[in-house]
T-cell receptor, first 116, second 116 residues
Framework: AQTVTQSQPEMSVQEAETVTLSCTYDTSESDYYLFWYKQPPSRQMILVIRQEAYKQQNATENRFSVNFQKAAKSFSLKISDSQLGDAAMYFC?????????????FGKGTLLTVNP | NAGVTQTPKFQVLKTGQSMTLQCAQDMNHEYMSWYRQDPGMGLRLIHY???????DQGEVPNGYNVSRSTTEDFPLRLLSAAPSQTSVYFC???????????????FGSGTRLTVV
């Protein structure tokens, strides 16, 4: 079974600074997808960014970017120019590909605090 | 476009009672899943479905039952509620391989269930 590990239960960053959240995963598959979800206090799950394993280029969405290291099975999230609204729980998630493999496995989350 | 609708948002049950958490999506998504979220545990998969009439167990299926008679609906039944089932429950849907898969799974707003 696939596993996702987020080794940082909590992180903090100063407003306007950059922070990197770590995620590692374990899989024997070659084709899969990786996601970062944000969960603010409202409880809503919001997709931040996704990466296809077959793409070597790291995904970028505005201030959010990933460092995808397939061989090392690492998928870290970098938030640049942190804003107060970035404060939330962040979950790394893995999905396989094909048939019943399209189900998400989540890490335990990293709680990000943004200090003004 | 309503997305994924979960009802109720909050529920208190007595031990031994049964109830159904409702989930409906209007995006013609084939895949639907139920997760539970507990502090420090991330989101764990309870049951999932890859289409109408097809369901399978996830990581923590005991005490829960599902059925998928239509593409739109995926109710989760608690057969005999226990305090260990106190949690926040999320329903999610997706259509892998299609354009909307770019956005991963779409989540409902969650149901906070307390069993006393």
């Amino acid at each position: 079974a696939q596993t996702v590990t987020q080794s940082q239960p909590e992180m903090s960053v100063q407003e306007a600074e950059t922070v990197t959240l770590s995620c590692t995963y374990d899989t024997s598959e070659s084709d899969y997808y990786l996601f970062w979800y944000k969960q603010p206090p409202s409880r809503q799950m919001i997709l931040v960014i996704r990466q296809e394993a077959y793409k070597q280029q790291n995904a970028t969405e505005n201030r959010f970017s990933v460092n995808f290291q397939k061989a090392a099975k690492s998928f870290s999230l970098k938030i640049s120019d942190s804003q107060l609204g970035d404060a939330a729980m962040y979950f790394c998630a893995y999905s396989g590909s094909g048939g019943s493999n399209y189900k998400l496995t989540f890490g335990k989350g990293t709680l990000l605090t943004v200090n003004p | 476009n309503a997305g994924v609708t979960q009802t109720p948002k909050f529920q208190v049950l007595k031990t031994g009672q049964s109830m159904t958490l409702q989930c409906a999506q209007d995006m013609n998504h084939e895949y639907m899943s139920w997760y539970r979220q507990d502090p420090g545990m991330g989101l764990r998969l309870i049951h999932y479905s890859v289409g109408a009439g097809i369901t399978d167990q996830g990581e923590v299926p005991n005490g829960y039952n599902v059925s998928r008679s239509t593409t739109e609906d995926f109710p989760l039944r608690l057969l005999s509620a226990a305090p260990s089932q106190t949690s926040v429950y999320f329903c999610a849907s997706a259509r892998p391989g299609q354009g909307s898969w770019l956005y991963g799974y779409t989540f409902g707003s969650g149901t906070r269930l307390t069993v006393v």
